[in-house]
């Protein structure tokens, strides 16, 4: 989520891609098809906001997967029914049946080793296994996504550890992350797995304002680049550090020792600031078009929108912390009130005007994607209760287009 509103206009010309590239044996041509994904969000690593359910069952001490493994004597029995329950081969069928070609599925480094009395309950790792047989069954395609880093890359609880002293860059944590990266290479970038899974993301949402250096990050790149390329030419994906996609010209291209199959992943967003939660419809979708040359425009890179979401409002219960309220309603620490939740998380409710806005965002959305970049991935496949983030319930309601090229409004950048 770049905050930054600098014009651009929404078309290819001045979007520089990729040089082009050697032959890969994945199964996905990133130069020539158009991805369109959709996230598996809070399965093999909780948020609060996407299954409250288990952490209103808690007191209100417990705010991520630490706090749970740490404070709550079974979680281990809770963690093991919500991965046997939270996704099945029917979510996957439903995916691939609206016409989706990828999923991505985060996953925390715990599932493959702890460091340092780590209080986490391991045993997602074999769901990983189950995602990709699931895949496999049903023509999807998956990238795999390390979310969560030993310290916190980012101190947000969808790192696993919310906390306000992140410490990845710290210590052995680096070095920590790259053995279980090397894991992670040394099963799934092998040929055998090269039909379905197409890109390894090293990891997600790395923030050098509350923790690491861009230089750290940018040599953990390199060095886990160089881990996956001593398996194969399994396709790298890079999370973007919040930096424009031209600070990262240069690195890891085949200008930089002769780098391939590299990918810069983007996350926007229109709900985590105040100016944000404080646009109306129209404004929202401008700001889609406004966006776009701050992540896409001028990089020798391919980019990628790896998270995005139908929300104009951070209305979703505890999607900005476990305990802590929308900016939208003015309970947001310096936050002050710009509209009611009241309808905003039970989409019965919502009236024509609200989905059309909503569509409409989608839309503008889809077009300034496909139009500037190599594709998408929607956050979320599903939740308990936000359906401004719900894939499946916009699909069925009607309001995520179907097909995904379908639209209902006209272009609106200019």
Known sequence: MLLNYAWSVCVAAGLALANPISKRSVNFDFGSETLRGVNIGGWLILEPWITPSIFQAQNGSVVGEWTL???????????????????????FQKIAGAGFNVVRVPIGYWAYEKFDNDPFVQGAAPYMDKAIDWARQTGLKVMIDLHGAPGSQNGFDNSGHRTTTPAWGQGDTVKQTLKVLQQISDKYAKAEYQDVVIAIELLNEPLPTVGPSVDTIKQFYRDGFGQVRTVSDTPVVLHDAFQPASSWNGFLTSSDNGAQNVIIDHHEYQVFTNEYVALDPGQHRQTVCNNVGTYASNSDHWVIVGEWTAAQTDCAAALNGYGIGSRYEGYYPGSKFVGSCANVNFIETWSQQFRDDTRA??????????????????????????????LFRLLDAGIFPQPLTDRKFGAICS
């Open 69 to 91: 493994t740490e404070m709550v004597p079974n979680a281990g029995d809770i963690l093991k029914k919500h991965w046997d329950t939270w996704v099945s081969l029917a979510d």
């Open 361 to 390: 965002y989608i839309e503008a959305q889809l077009s300034v994607f496909e139009r500037n970049t190599r594709g998408w991935i929607f956050w979320n496949f599903k939740t308990e209760a936000s359906p401004e983030w719900d």
